[in-house]
């Protein structure tokens, strides 16, 4: 019994100095790693510019990148399971699940319980919709695209240059039955939409190699220009009469016109387009539409506070896009 007793006593006092001596040992490491920082902190010049933020300097945070992508997901869809969300994600269910409730406490997804299914919810309209308050020009085209077209027939399309891609950001549908559509938000290649190559014809060609080399020459369809030397050689006459034509090249059997828009710096910033059947749009209408839709997103720069330059060409002022 005495032994017993000697044994766990023997046993506390190691385990007490053992608790002690790791106390110690965090402390002490605590307090380097203190020191470092503020040593790094008071080191650095008086004065000295902070280094500036850069997207490939910053570790991806797992949680918001996941919830990101499940907002992505819902946002192409009316409605969706979690069985399917998590599949069109490639994240676990039970991981998917809790990241939806969270975003469902704050608004920005929402579940009905009849069908079992989520969907986006008004904080994230409302949240989107502030992009519209940011960008005039969304607000201000309206008149002039419904003017488009009225004068054209045919829908009526604006859109922004978004890493590589054209964003359609507004739309003034034409009252034919057969007629385009674009979802607003929808995005679309540059070398196969006509807003997109009246885009890079602006660039130069070294830009547009970097963008190529990014993204590719996908065909759509057989008039996609999949080869760099026709893309390059479309750019030059896109360049030489002021609007660019997408001939099939995204979609079968629709054909569009476009002409860009330019800031205060004479740099182009977005697109304005007209699109439809090529039972309508044939190479005559093609042939008048060019003109009045240069003129109307002449006019959109107009309204956005821009002056005709020397040249013909218009310069705006977008800062705020």
């Not at 053992?18 to 080191?43: H, L």
């Not at 000295?48 to 997901?73: C, F, H, I, T, Y």
């Not at 969270?102 to 969907?119: A, N």
């Not at 479309?234 to 569009?256: F, Q, V």
């Amino acid at each position: 019994m005495i032994l017993w007793r000697f044994a766990f006593s023997i046993f506390g006092v190691l385990n007490f100095f053992g608790k002690f001596f790791q106390n110690q040992y965090m402390v002490t490491e605590r307090n380097q790693t203190d020191k470092a920082m503020s040593e790094s902190v008071t080191k650095r010049p008086r004065g000295r510019p902070k280094s500036v933020w850069r997207e490939e300097q910053s570790a991806p945070v797992q949680a918001l990148d996941r919830g990101l992508l499940l907002m992505n997901a819902l946002a192409r869809t009316s409605g969706a399971t979690l069985t399917e969300l998590s599949l069109s994600v490639g994240i676990p269910a039970s991981s998917a699940h809790r990241l939806l409730g969270t975003l469902q406490r704050h608004g920005y997804v929402d579940f009905d319980e009849t069908d079992q299914t989520w969907s986006i919810g008004l904080q994230a309209f409302q949240v989107g919709a502030a992009f519209s308050r940011r960008a005039d020009l969304i607000t201000i085209s309206r008149q002039v695209m419904q003017g488009l077209m009225e004068e054209t027939g045919e829908t009526a399309n604006l859109a922004l240059p978004d890493r590589g891609d054209v964003v359609f950001v507004n739309q003034v549908e034409t009252t034919n039955p057969i007629r385009a559509f674009f979802r607003i938000g929808a995005r679309g290649p540059m070398h196969a939409t006509g807003i997109g190559k009246a885009l890079l014809a602006e660039m130069s060609d070294a830009t547009v190699a970097g963008i190529l080399e990014q993204k590719g020459l996908p065909r759509f369809t057989d008039s996609t220009m999949a080869s760099p030397k026709a893309l390059f050689s479309e750019l030059a006459a896109i360049r030489e009469r002021g609007w660019s034509i997408d001939d099939e090249e995204h979609y079968e059997g629709m054909r569009c016109v476009a002409a860009v828009i330019r800031n205060a710096h004479g740099e182009a910033v977005a697109g304005v387009s007209v699109s439809g059947p090529k039972g309508r749009v044939t190479d005559d209408v093609i042939a008048e539409n060019g003109p009045k839709v240069r003129r109307a997103a002449e006019e959109l720069s107009r309204l956005a506070g821009g002056v005709a330059s020397q040249d013909g060409w218009t310069k705006i002022e977008l800062d705020r896009l």
